[in-house]
Each structure stands twice: as C-alpha cells, then as structure tokens.
C-alpha cells in the first residue's frame, strides 16, 4: 500500500479502492466524486469497494495523501475503523474501461441509459400505461421500450446494481393489468431516490403523481438533474425528507418503492403502521399504501426479520426476485389488513435461491 494516490509512470493507469460498509457506500461515493472523480461500485455482502482513476483528473499533478481523502469522508464513517484504502496500477485506459462499465440494460419495459449514449429511436415516449406485467427480457429491436438516461457522475443508482433491478422488475409487475388509456397507473413514492432512477422510470411508464424524497442534499442534487434531463419534472417531485419527514398524503394508496437497507427499510414499514386509516386495498381508501416493494436487503437472515415485521405490520409477502445474494420483496396489505400468521409464502422468481429464508 502507497502513501498517496497520483500518477508515476505516465503509461499506467492508478486505481484507488475505497473499501467500506455497504450501508454508507452511496454517501462516500457521493462525497469522494469531488475530489477523486467518477468510480466503479463493486458490491459485496457487507461492504461495497468503491474504485476511483483519480490520475487521469489533471487537475490532480501530484500524489494525493491517503490522510486527505479519510479526511474527506463522513465523520462517522471515519469513526467506524471499518475503511481501507489501497492503490493498484491498472494497464487499461481509464476512460473507456469506466464507461464500459455504464452501457445501456434494459430491465422489463425500461432502458436505462447513460447520457453518451444514444436513445433508442424505436423507444416509446413513455407516461402512456403498461400494457402488462413486463417481461424480464428485453422488447424486440427495442419496441416498446421507455427511455431512462441517468447520469453516473455522483454515483448514484444506474441501473446497474441487483437491487435496483429487481425493484424495476417487481414495479412493472401490476396488479390488475393495464391501467386506461392515457390515465396514471397511480401514485408512487420512491423513498431514499438517490439518483432518482427509480422515480423517473416510474413516470415514464406510466405512474403519477410520483413523490421522491432522499435525506442526502448531494443525493438530491443527482436526482433533480436526472429528472430534468428526463422532462419528468411535471411528474416527479423531489423533497429533502428521511422517512419520519415524509408527508403522509404522499403514501396514500400509492406503490412505495424503498431500495435501501434493512434498517431504513424496516423504519419505513413502522412508519407506514401509523399512519391513519386501513390498509389501502378492495376499493377502500386509507393513508396507507396500497403495495410496497422494497429491496437492499441480502437474502437470508436479513430477509427472515423482514418478513417478520411486514406481518406485525399486517402486510403479506408477495413476489421475491433474487439475484446475487440480494433479495428484492413485494408486500400487500393482508386481509383486514392484520398481521399474518405462518410461513414466509410469496412467491419467488429466476435468480439465486435464498439462504436460510
């Protein structure tokens, strides 16, 4: 391990790995973008490895001190003990290879789109309605599809990690079918939006109003720009909220979508437990949601103490999609809308069986 991080030998390429909890990785990603310039995210169980080329910045000439990029990150996380830092020289081209990394992926209905590369011209303009539940696999030649363009620059979702693909998968799975002709499939809350990458693919498939709200101000910068490079700022309103902020009208029989983890995940259930009224659900209108989708949680343990909480909260598992060793969930409201006694139930898609669950 070097003391610093900057250019030695003009033919080679320096990669700094920051390694730290998973749970806070977006947040350094988010804060280190300044300073190092774009990275790679490489998740793992616990923690994610964040990796930066900050040699090919020329504004960064001289080695940069391992002490100012920690001195940069988040108090608590410098705190924690739990991040290492290491360099490693790389014999490819930064650029191409970082970009490499960001190439368009279609998930169900949506194709998700860096800003270099170009929109499809066979893609639908979206905010038209689903025709059904979308398929996993991509539309032929691209009919059909909605076009998603995010930018990676702060590090925020892109489309790329397993829990942003499953959430995608399950929104697009609708109850009921096809909504009319021109009318709103209904509300959705995008809770911890980040880039906003779920919101915006929401409104261009067919959802609205669509409510996003992140506690992180950096967060909110990304996820206001990528709203306006979709033209969904019509649709997609942005807040600066944690959970217990969230306006309660929002959530009122709306899809909540909550790609995080478990804690947050959980936090969020209890507080949809209090709000006013029944369940949504069989017509009845409530202040409470009418289905949430939650992902960021490794199958497992981790799942097992979800679906516990669900049912004290009188929530039924629904369908589970698993891919890697995250599991992406779908809930709705129990009959009467009171906890649910027995196994795990739900249903389970293609991708890794779950471990323990």
Do not use: C
């Not at 799975?173 to 809770?191: C, F, H």
């Not at 990458?197 to 409104?203: V, W």
């Amino acid at each position: 391990m070097s003391g610093g991080v900057g250019r030695e030998d003009p033919g080679v390429d320096r990669a700094l790995r920051l390694t730290v909890p998973s749970e806070l990785a977006e947040t350094a990603g988010a804060v280190l973008m300044d300073l190092l310039g774009p990275f790679e995210e490489q998740p793992g169980r616990d923690t994610t490895t964040l990796v930066f080329y900050p040699a090919s910045d020329p504004a960064i000439g001289e080695p940069l001190p391992f002490g100012d990029v920690l001195a940069a990150l988040p108090a608590e996380l410098r705190a924690s003990g739990r991040v290492q830092i290491e360099t490693r020289d790389v014999s490819r081209d930064w650029v191409d290879g970082w970009k490499d990394h960001f190439r368009p992926i279609v998930i169900g209905q949506v194709r998700i789109r860096p800003p270099w590369e170009p929109a499809l011209e066979s893609a639908a303009p979206g905010g038209t309605g689903l025709d059904r539940a979308a398929p996993d696999g991509a539309a032929p030649d691209g009919a059909g599809l909605v076009d998603v363009v995010i930018n990676p620059g702060l590090g925020f979702g892109t489309g790329l990690h397993a829990t942003t693909r499953g959430t995608l998968q399950l929104l697009q799975r609708v109850p009921g079918g096809r909504a009319a002709q021109g009318q709103p499939l209904g509300p959705v809350v995008d809770a911890g939006t980040g880039s906003g990458i779920l919101a915006i693919a929401a409104a261009k498939l067919g959802w609205g109003p669509v409510f996003a709200f992140d506690n992180d101000p950096v967060a909110l910068i990304s996820a206001r720009e990528n709203v306006e490079a979709n033209a969904v700022q019509g649709v997609v309103e942005i807040d600066q909220a944690d959970i217990q902020e969230a306006a309660a009208a929002w959530f009122a029989g709306a899809t909540v979508l909550a790609n995080m983890t478990l804690a947050p995940v959980t936090a969020l259930l209890r507080r949809l437990a209090l709000l006013e009224g029944p369940w949504s659900g069989g017509g009845v209108e409530g202040a409470r949601p009418a289905r949430v989708v939650v992902s960021g949680i490794l199958s497992g343990a981790q799942e097992v103490k979800l679906l516990d909480e669900a049912r004290l909260h009188g929530l039924a598992p629904g369908e589970r999609i698993y891919e890697d060793e995250w599991v992406s969930m779908e809930f709705a409201p129990a009959a009467g809308g009171h906890a649910v006694s027995g196994g795990a139930g739900g249903g389970e898609s293609a991708g890794a069986r779950p471990r323990g669950a």
